[in-house]
């Protein structure tokens, strides 16, 4: 009875974390085999240090104008209005630059999406205007109460192409796709600041078990957006962590500088390192298995080439990467083009991309969000019925092997986005408290928005 209690508990802890339940396409490990082969360590080092600094720098510039204190009113603040301006002409040519790459046939050049949102900026920022004029300055959630308006500036230059668009079935549903993304995003500048502000009404008793709510907050977000999402495939991590994690890194953050128990800080430390060691541990798991079937592979290989074990060959199986082996074994189905049956009775999206014939569509993979389900992690896979012999017990072998690989790299990209986001967005936020003209900045507008 215990037992079945512990395995009710970990199956539903694995199904609430969606990094377990996905896996690599095909396609992205051919892309990073080839990208590991021909890039070298010091210039992978390079891009990763370098990808980030220019939204860093951007933050950094719109945040640097020394404000007015808001007892001083709106008219002392027009710096403030200015810096809302730049605020959201970034942020919405980041959105339309987003829309663009979801939406290929989207009819806009960069300097239409420079100007348009320039545009819309200035409109956005012309109604939370009239809002503090007929409200009072700052206006209370500021960000939230001028989304709507905002989202429909952001769609006023398209519209007509919209219109149009509804009609092409290939097209609008990228769209649609597109929208969801932006709702999943609005989502979280509504649920995070509403939440804080309960943070800081709440007695100071009850901030302790309050602040617990938050890695609750974030496990349900990430699971709705992953789930709204399943159209991007191999993007769901990046979508995930750098959506949900950063504003949950956020305002743990906050909660933090505005809890005045050190429990309460010590309590989310600790959820957040529980959190990773499971995570590190799942991994651990799976990257066991993949190196059970390496082995399997290496052995059963070499026993097929010569009728008995070959040391040689099994050693030029361990020398290989994880990466080069599946490559290898991609690259050999790729030629032949035959896929073994066990795949069509699997629901797993195929491992060798199809060649289309000439007037068909590619067929596309099923979501990643959706693969893998019913996988356990210590579970090896069946054996398929389609499969009987030596040599089909190497192909079974093969593919399971693949399939783990994917699963791996799937699982590996999420727990170091992760980490990325638990270290920078914190050392960022404390760096920001001790600027000199932190303290100026942040009560003008941290009380708008």
């Known amino acids: 009875?215990?037992?079945?209690?512990?395995?009710?508990?970990?199956?539903?802890?694995?199904?609430?974390?969606?990094?377990?339940?996905?896996?690599?396409?095909?396609?992205?490990?051919?892309?990073?085999?080839?990208?590991?082969?021909?890039?070298?360590?010091?210039?992978?080092?390079?891009?990763?240090?370098?990808?980030?600094?220019?939204?860093?720098?951007?933050?950094?510039?719109?945040?640097?104008?020394?404000?007015?204190?808001?007892?001083?009113?709106?008219?002392?603040?027009?710096?403030?209005?200015?810096?809302?301006?730049?605020?959201?002409?970034?942020?919405?040519?980041?959105?339309?630059?987003?829309?663009?790459?979801?939406?290929?046939?989207?009819?806009?050049?960069?300097?239409?999406?420079?100007?348009?949102?320039?545009?819309?900026?200035?409109?956005?920022?012309?109604?939370?205007y009239a809002l503090a004029l007929a409200i009072g300055f700052p206006v209370p959630f500021g960000i939230v109460t001028v989304s709507p308006a905002w989202v429909a500036f952001l769609l006023l230059p398209i519209a007509k192409w919209l219109h149009k668009v509804r009609s092409d079935p290939e097209a609008w549903p990228l769209v649609v796709n597109s929208l969801k993304v932006w709702a999943c995003q609005e989502l979280l500048v509504v649920i995070y600041p509403t939440y804080f502000y309960l943070f800081t009404v709440v007695p100071t008793a009850a901030k302790s078990s309050f602040a617990l709510l938050l890695p609750v907050i974030k496990l349900v977000?990430?699971?709705?957006?992953?789930?709204?999402?399943?159209?991007?495939?191999?993007?769901?991590?990046?979508?995930?962590?750098?959506?949900?994690?950063?504003?949950?890194?956020?305002?743990?953050?906050?909660?933090?500088?505005?809890?005045?128990?050190?429990?309460?800080?010590?309590?989310?430390?600790?959820?957040?390192?529980?959190?990773?060691?499971?995570?590190?541990?799942?991994?651990?798991?799976?990257?066991?298995?993949?190196?059970?079937?390496?082995?399997?592979?290496?052995?059963?290989?070499?026993?097929?080439?010569?009728?008995?074990?070959?040391?040689?060959?099994?050693?030029?199986?361990?020398?290989?990467?994880?990466?080069?082996?599946?490559?290898?074994?991609?690259?050999?189905?790729g030629r032949s083009r035959i896929l073994p049956t066990s795949l069509s009775s699997r629901k797993v999206s195929p491992l060798v991309p199809q060649i289309p014939s000439s007037g068909s569509k590619q067929t596309e993979e099923r979501p990643a969000a959706q693969l893998g389900r019913s996988h356990r992690l210590l579970r090896p896979p069946a054996i398929s019925a389609g499969f009987s012999g030596p040599r089909s017990s190497l192909a079974e072998l093969e593919l399971q092997y693949v399939r783990e690989l994917r699963r791996v790299l799937y699982i590996t990209e999420f727990v170091v986005l992760l980490n990325y986001v638990e270290v920078v967005i914190p050392l960022i936020f404390c760096r920001r408290c001790t600027l000199p003209l932190a303290t100026s900045t942040g009560k003008a507008a941290g009380s708008s928005h």
């Open 1 to 128: 009875m215990r037992a079945s209690w512990k395995a009710k508990v970990a199956a539903v802890w694995e199904a609430a974390q969606i990094e377990l339940n996905g896996y690599y396409s095909t396609h992205r490990v051919l892309a990073l085999a080839a990208y590991a082969s021909h890039t070298s360590l010091s210039r992978a080092v390079l891009v990763s240090a370098v990808t980030p600094l220019p939204c860093l720098v951007i933050t950094t510039i719109v945040d640097l104008p020394h404000l007015r204190p808001v007892s001083e009113g709106l008219q002392a603040n027009q710096l403030f209005v200015a810096r809302a301006v730049v605020a959201f002409w970034v942020a919405g040519m980041l959105v339309t630059h987003q829309l663009r790459h979801s939406v290929p046939s989207l009819p806009l050049s960069n300097a239409q999406i420079v100007g348009n949102n320039l545009v819309t900026a200035i409109l956005t920022v012309s109604v939370w």
């Open 221 to 333: 977000l990430r699971n709705v957006v992953s789930q709204t999402i399943v159209h991007l495939h191999d993007e769901i991590p990046e979508v995930v962590i750098l959506n949900v994690e950063v504003f949950n890194a956020l305002f743990v953050s906050y909660c933090m500088q505005n809890s005045p128990s050190l429990w309460t800080t010590c309590g989310l430390m600790a959820v957040d390192a529980m959190q990773m060691s499971l995570s590190l541990r799942d991994v651990g798991l799976v990257v066991e298995r993949l190196k059970v079937l390496r082995r399997q592979v290496a052995s059963t290989s070499s026993r097929q080439l010569i009728g008995g074990p070959s040391v040689s060959r099994t050693d030029e199986c361990h020398i290989k990467t994880l990466i080069e082996l599946a490559q290898e074994i991609l690259g050999r189905w």
